[in-house]
């Protein structure tokens, strides 16, 4: 009683000693609190922004001693800040400095609070507090940084003064003990397989904690020491220390075990649960005793003892068996708390939650020992993928994304949309939208919305009618007090229906060809190119053209002489000049549209096909060539040259069975083909080529058609001609000689002969073969009128009531190539009309069909027969679209030679 009086005034002392320094305020924000045997001190984080904060403990006498790691660990403090900065200091009530009555321990604390940057500036805070704590014949605390074992003693401490040195003592009861020195009383390690003894003086030098106090020993060690041993006990790592303190009263050599044992790799983590599992029976501590009774658990949170329905509530686990005790606590349950981090960049979170277990048992060996385990646990790092949730609905034209959920220590900093990063405060005053959600648990996610109008979305033209708008979104975030950073980054495509594709159109002057692109609203990132050469209002000129633009179109013009037009097609029509635009997308140079206008402009006959079969030629020089000579020209045949030549113009001439010049038949035509070559000197490729082509018809006028397309070249040449037909009347049986023009109408009777030829003329090529399909009489000289008397039919003499005869063709001094002739007799001339016979003027008409002589038999309009050798074989195709041609003779005039033989001359 003496000493608390003689305490409380010295204390008085201390703080008016301490006010006079410094003036302190008000201690009431450190919160304090006596939980088990342990005295708490929390500072809440919000006095602490931009300060450090020590401790010191003060003695009975006023000393003060800084509490740093070392000390703490030797003198039983415990200093720790969660994430926040919240600062809780524990002080054992064993601590040095400690003034401990029986069941009560007085603890002095000053609290020196400075800025970071300024020790000097400390403010200080006394506070002293008083714990009542009843303590059992053993208690053992496992605390983060030390463990600690007090063991209750039945024989009062002796004075100091009253020890005497009687070193041989102390080797007769311990011959581990160091003799010869001057020593009050020692320390024994007992090692796995040695002793260690040393003095309680030199055990303190090392980091014990060794003291007495009025009925209580104790021992206050580091986890790892040279004397601490790590033991496995049912599957769990103990750090333990053996000890036995010896200390000599009077006569008698005293000794307390003060053994002591704390788990130390206890708890086991998977992403949902915290596993910590402790065994019970820790033999290190029951060395001579027998089994342990009256084993009770206590578990709890904060220090707190949490009760069955507590823990159930929380959803926490406690299973206890006479082996070990198993407490489980779900990542996230209440009394924990979450907290953000960034490593390696990534967003993460861990679980943070201090726990504690009490074991309390009683054996034979030291009644009632408390084992005390505090764990402050925190889950490893666990990655979390951030949640990034695309909201947009195309027809709102926004861009909606939201990011979280996110604890409440984050903070989102800035946000970077497209190459733009603004601060939270710049995006607000932009055409953006940010929203914070709150959820029920705390957690907060972002809402961000974007126009799809933004400048910072990107807008690509996705083919056809589709717009694409892409929107790239880093979100800055921090983590609150630690200031780590991390960023997110996502980016949303949307696809939209929206695009306006230009649209281009043209129109041909005089000289110049002309496109006029409508803008449309794809456009700014098509750039038109001619020829392989963008066509900007830059270039252009360069390239000879002319761009003019406004904000809806733009328009390219280029001379019709220029480089970048197109020679497509020259023929008889005139020339066919093509300027080819492809608008190129200059993010990726893939062509989007390509597209040309065509001109026409009139030239010079460039291509003549005469009945005879001779073709004349006229090439141009045409500028994709530059360099052609146009005097080294050939056809097919190289040594087919041209007949003349100028600079701009060579002329070729020949007949179609010279020059490597083919036939072709077609359904409706017949077509001389050759090409015009151009050889660079001493190369067998053609530089250039130039398809030349006749095609025959009887005298249709056929119009020519070119397409807007990207023109192939080569160009071709096309053009017709026409064939030459006779159908003669022979004056005899021989074909020598003929009816000319003036003798037209020719009189002839009833039962004359008639014998006919039909000739192709002036044609030079011998594998043409004419044949006859049908043959034919009219009274009129329209061949489709009626009455209509058939003469041959399918290529066959008809027979039914008159008789015609085929003739062969031989060669003679005027039939130079027989195949180009047929000739026939119509033998019996009879034709009859309503049942008598015809007279009056008639007309003769054939169909005729010009064959390819030495593959008949690969034309179906060439496979008739009717007489083998002399006409065709098979059926005739369709008249209509096919290329049979019509012969007709003059007018006959037929007579009765009843009425001639009555006439009277
Ligand atoms: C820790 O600090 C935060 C913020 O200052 C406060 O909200 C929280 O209640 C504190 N926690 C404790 C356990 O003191
Ligand atoms: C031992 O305890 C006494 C009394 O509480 C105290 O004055 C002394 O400082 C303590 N010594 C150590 C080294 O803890
Ligand atoms: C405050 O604490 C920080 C972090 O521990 C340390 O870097 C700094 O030096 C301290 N400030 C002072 C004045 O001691
Ligand atoms: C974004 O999406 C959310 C959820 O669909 C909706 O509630 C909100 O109105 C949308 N905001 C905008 C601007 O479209
Ligand atoms: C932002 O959102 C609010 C509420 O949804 C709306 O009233 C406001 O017009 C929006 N602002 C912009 C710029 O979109
Ligand atoms: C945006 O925030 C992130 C994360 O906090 C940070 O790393 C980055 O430097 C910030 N950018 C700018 C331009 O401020
Ligand atoms: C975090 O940043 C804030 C504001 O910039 C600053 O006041 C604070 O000291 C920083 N905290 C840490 C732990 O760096
Ligand atoms: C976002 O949502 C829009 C509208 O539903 C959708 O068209 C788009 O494909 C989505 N983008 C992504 C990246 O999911």
Request: charged residues 15%.
């Given at each position: 009683?003496k000493?608390?009086?003689?305490?409380?005034?010295?204390?008085g002392i201390l703080?008016?000693?301490?006010?006079?320094q410094?003036r302190?305020?008000?201690a009431?924000?450190i919160v304090s609190?006596?939980?088990r045997?342990?005295?708490q001190?929390d500072?809440?984080a919000?006095?602490?922004?931009?300060?450090?904060?020590?401790?010191?403990?003060?003695?009975?006498?006023?000393?003060?001693?800084?509490?740093g790691d070392q000390l703490?660990?030797?003198?039983g403090?415990?200093?720790?800040s969660?994430?926040?900065?919240n600062?809780?200091?524990?002080?054992?009530?064993?601590?040095?400095?400690?003034q401990?009555l029986?069941d009560?321990?007085?603890?002095t604390i000053?609290?020196?609070?400075?800025?970071t940057?300024?020790?000097?500036?400390?403010?200080s805070?006394?506070?002293?507090?008083?714990?009542?704590?009843?303590?059992?014949?053993?208690?053992i605390?496992?605390e983060?940084?030390?463990m600690?074992?007090?063991?209750?003693r039945?024989i009062p401490?002796?004075?100091e003064?009253?020890?005497?040195?009687e070193?041989?003592?102390?080797?007769?009861a311990f011959p581990?003990?160091?003799?010869?020195?001057?020593?009050?009383?020692q320390?024994?390690f007992h090692l796995?397989?040695t002793?260690?003894a040393m003095?309680?003086?030199d055990?303190?030098?090392i980091g014990y904690g060794i003291?007495?106090?009025?009925s209580?020993m104790l021992?206050?060690s580091p986890y790892k020491?040279?004397?601490?041993?790590?033991?496995?006990i049912g599957?769990?790592?103990?750090?333990?220390?053996r000890?036995?303190?010896?200390?000599?009263?009077?006569?008698?050599i005293?000794?307390?075990?003060?053994a002591v044992?704390?788990?130390?790799?206890?708890?086991?983590?998977?992403?949902?649960?915290i596993?910590?599992?402790v065994?019970?029976?820790?033999?290190?501590?029951?060395?001579?005793a027998?089994?342990?009774k009256?084993?009770r658990?206590?578990?709890?949170v904060?220090?707190?003892?949490?009760t069955?329905?507590?823990i159930?509530?929380r959803k926490y686990?406690l299973?206890?068996?006479?082996l070990?005790?198993t407490v489980?606590?779900?990542?996230?349950a209440q009394?924990?708390y979450f907290?953000?981090?960034?490593?390696?960049?990534?967003y993460?979170?861990?679980y943070?939650?201090?726990?504690?277990l009490e074991?309390?048992?009683?054996d034979?060996?030291?009644?009632?020992?408390?084992?005390?385990?505090?764990?402050e646990?925190?889950?490893?790092?666990d990655?979390?993928?951030t949640?990034?949730?695309?909201?947009?609905i195309s027809?709102t034209?926004?861009f909606?994304?939201?990011?979280g959920?996110f604890l409440?220590?984050?903070?989102l900093?800035n946000i970077?949309?497209?190459?733009?990063?603004?601060?939270?405060p710049?995006l607000?005053?932009k055409?953006y939208n940010?929203?914070t959600?709150?959820?029920p648990?705390?957690?907060?996610a972002f809402r961000?919305?974007?126009?799809?109008?933004?400048?910072?979305?990107?807008?690509e033209?996705n083919?056809?009618?589709?717009r694409v708008?892409?929107l790239v979104?880093t979100?800055g975030?921090?983590?609150?007090?630690?200031n780590?950073?991390?960023?997110?980054?996502?980016?949303?495509?949307?696809?939209?229906?929206?695009?306006?594709?230009?649209?281009?159109?043209?129109?041909?002057d005089m000289?110049?060809?002309n496109?006029?692109v409508?803008?449309?609203?794809?456009?700014?990132?098509?750039?038109?190119?001619?020829n392989?050469?963008?066509?900007?209002?830059?270039?252009?000129q360069s390239?000879?053209?002319?761009?003019m633009?406004?904000?809806t179109?733009y328009?390219?013009?280029v001379?019709?002489?220029s480089d970048?037009?197109?020679?497509?097609?020259?023929?008889?029509?005139?020339?066919?000049v093509?300027l080819p635009l492809t608008?190129?997308d200059?993010?990726?140079?893939n062509p989007?549209s390509?597209?040309?206008?065509?001109?026409?402009?009139?030239?010079?006959?460039l291509?003549?096909c005469?009945p005879n079969?001779?073709?004349?030629?006229?090439?141009?020089?045409?500028?994709?060539v530059?360099?052609m000579e146009l005097?080294q020209l050939?056809?097919r045949?190289?040594s087919?040259?041209p007949?003349?030549?100028?600079?701009t113009?060579a002329?070729?001439?020949?007949p179609?069975?010279t020059?490597l010049?083919?036939?072709k038949f077609?359904?409706t035509?017949?077509?001389y083909?050759?090409?015009?070559?151009?050889?660079?000197?001493?190369?067998t490729?053609?530089?250039y080529?130039l398809?030349v082509a006749?095609?025959?018809?009887t005298n249709q006028?056929?119009?020519l058609?070119?397409?807007y397309?990207?023109p192939?070249s080569p160009?071709a040449?096309?053009?017709?001609g026409?064939?030459a037909?006779?159908?003669?009347?022979?004056k005899?049986?021989?074909y020598s000689?003929?009816?000319g023009d003036a003798?037209y109408?020719?009189?002839k009777?009833?039962?004359d002969?008639?014998?006919?030829?039909?000739?192709?003329?002036?044609?030079?090529?011998?594998q043409?073969?004419?044949?006859?399909?049908?043959c034919?009489a009219?009274?009129?000289?329209?061949?489709?009128s009626?009455?209509?008397?058939?003469?041959v039919?399918?290529s066959?003499?008809f027979?039914?009531?008159?008789?015609?005869i085929f003739?062969?063709?031989?060669a003679?001094?005027r039939v130079?190539?027989?195949?180009?002739?047929?000739?026939f007799?119509v033998?019996?001339?009879t034709f009859?009309?309503?049942?008598?016979?015809?007279l009056g003027e008639i007309?003769?008409?054939?169909?005729?069909?010009?064959?390819?002589a030495?593959?008949l038999?690969t034309d179906p309009?060439?496979?008739k027969?009717?007489i083998?050798?002399?006409?065709?074989?098979g059926?005739?195709?369709k008249?209509?679209?096919?290329?049979h041609?019509y012969?007709?003779s003059?007018?006959l005039?037929?007579?009765?030679?009843?009425l001639s033989?009555l006439?009277?001359y």
């Amino acid at each position: 009683m003496k000493l608390s009086i003689g305490l409380i005034s010295l204390v008085g002392i201390l703080i008016s000693s301490v006010m006079g320094q410094q003036r302190p305020g008000s201690a009431d924000f450190i919160v304090s609190s006596c939980k088990r045997s342990l005295l708490q001190l929390d500072l809440p984080a919000v006095y602490l922004v931009n300060k450090n904060v020590t401790f010191a403990a003060i003695d009975q006498y006023g000393s003060a001693y800084e509490i740093g790691d070392q000390l703490a660990v030797q003198c039983g403090y415990r200093t720790s800040s969660d994430f926040w900065g919240n600062v809780t200091f524990r002080a054992s009530l064993m601590s040095c400095y400690t003034q401990i009555l029986d069941d009560q321990s007085t603890i002095t604390i000053r609290i020196n609070i400075f800025p970071t940057w300024d020790k000097s500036a400390s403010v200080s805070y006394l506070k002293q507090v008083t714990c009542p704590y009843t303590w059992d014949a053993r208690e053992i605390l496992c605390e983060m940084n030390y463990m600690e074992v007090s063991v209750r003693r039945k024989i009062p401490m002796i004075a100091e003064s009253a020890l005497q040195d009687e070193p041989e003592d102390w080797v007769s009861a311990f011959p581990e003990a160091v003799a010869g020195l001057v020593s009050i009383w020692q320390v024994v390690f007992h090692l796995p397989s040695t002793r260690k003894a040393m003095l309680v003086r030199d055990a303190q030098k090392i980091g014990y904690g060794i003291n007495t106090t009025e009925s209580r020993m104790l021992l206050r060690s580091p986890y790892k020491t040279a004397e601490t041993q790590l033991l496995n006990i049912g599957g769990v790592n103990f750090s333990s220390v053996r000890s036995t303190i010896l200390y000599k009263q009077r006569w008698m050599i005293l000794m307390v075990d003060t053994a002591v044992a704390c788990p130390v790799d206890d708890v086991k983590y998977t992403k949902q649960m915290i596993t910590w599992s402790v065994p019970k029976v820790l033999l290190p501590l029951l060395i001579g005793a027998s089994r342990l009774k009256n084993s009770r658990i206590a578990f709890g949170v904060d220090l707190l003892t949490l009760t069955s329905t507590e823990i159930a509530n929380r959803k926490y686990g406690l299973m206890d068996n006479y082996l070990d005790t198993t407490v489980n606590v779900p990542v996230g349950a209440q009394g924990g708390y979450f907290k953000s981090h960034v490593s390696n960049g990534q967003y993460g979170i861990t679980y943070s939650i201090n726990v504690f277990l009490e074991h309390e048992w009683d054996d034979s060996m030291w009644g009632v020992t408390k084992h005390t385990i505090i764990k402050e646990i925190t889950t490893p790092f666990d990655a979390q993928l951030t949640p990034i949730i695309n909201e947009t609905i195309s027809t709102t034209k926004t861009f909606n994304v939201t990011i979280g959920p996110f604890l409440p220590d984050v903070q989102l900093v800035n946000i970077t949309v497209g190459l733009e990063t603004l601060t939270i405060p710049e995006l607000m005053a932009k055409n953006y939208n940010l929203t914070t959600i709150t959820y029920p648990n705390g957690s907060v996610a972002f809402r961000l919305t974007v126009p799809f109008t933004d400048q910072n979305v990107k807008i690509e033209y996705n083919g056809e009618t589709t717009r694409v708008y892409i929107l790239v979104v880093t979100f800055g975030f921090k983590i609150i007090p630690t200031n780590e950073t991390f960023t997110c980054t996502t980016t949303i495509v949307t696809l939209v229906r929206d695009a306006v594709l230009p649209q281009p159109s043209g129109y041909c002057d005089m000289n110049t060809l002309n496109v006029i692109v409508k803008r449309g609203n794809v456009d700014i990132n098509w750039i038109p190119y001619v020829n392989n050469i963008p066509l900007t209002p830059e270039t252009a000129q360069s390239n000879g053209a002319v761009f003019m633009a406004n904000s809806t179109h733009y328009t390219i013009t280029v001379n019709r002489y220029s480089d970048n037009v197109m020679y497509e097609e020259i023929n008889n029509a005139g020339m066919t000049v093509t300027l080819p635009l492809t608008l190129v997308d200059n993010t990726n140079g893939n062509p989007m549209s390509t597209f040309s206008v065509s001109c026409s402009y009139p030239t010079a006959k460039l291509i003549d096909c005469f009945p005879n079969g001779t073709i004349a030629v006229t090439v141009l020089k045409l500028s994709t060539v530059p360099d052609m000579e146009l005097s080294q020209l050939v056809l097919r045949d190289k040594s087919c040259r041209p007949v003349i030549y100028t600079d701009t113009s060579a002329k070729f001439v020949f007949p179609v069975n010279t020059c490597l010049t083919t036939r072709k038949f077609t359904q409706t035509m017949m077509i001389y083909e050759n090409d015009v070559y151009y050889y660079r000197p001493g190369l067998t490729d053609a530089a250039y080529k130039l398809h030349v082509a006749c095609n025959y018809t009887t005298n249709q006028t056929l119009i020519l058609q070119y397409g807007y397309e990207v023109p192939p070249s080569p160009s071709a040449q096309t053009a017709f001609g026409t064939l030459a037909l006779v159908l003669r009347l022979s004056k005899d049986s021989r074909y020598s000689t003929f009816y000319g023009d003036a003798e037209y109408p020719v009189v002839k009777y009833l039962m004359d002969a008639l014998y006919f030829e039909v000739e192709l003329l002036y044609s030079v090529d011998p594998q043409l073969e004419l044949f006859l399909d049908n043959c034919w009489a009219t009274a009129s000289p329209d061949k489709t009128s009626f009455p209509k008397w058939d003469v041959v039919v399918n290529s066959c003499e008809f027979v039914e009531t008159y008789q015609t005869i085929f003739h062969p063709v031989a060669a003679d001094s005027r039939v130079v190539y027989p195949s180009h002739l047929k000739r026939f007799e119509v033998k019996m001339f009879t034709f009859m009309n309503a049942d008598r016979a015809y007279l009056g003027e008639i007309y003769f008409h054939c169909s005729v069909i010009i064959c390819d002589a030495v593959q008949l038999y690969t034309d179906p309009l060439c496979t008739k027969s009717c007489i083998p050798a002399r006409q065709r074989t098979g059926r005739s195709a369709k008249l209509d679209t096919d290329r049979h041609q019509y012969v007709s003779s003059g007018a006959l005039l037929l007579k009765s030679n009843v009425l001639s033989s009555l006439s009277p001359y």
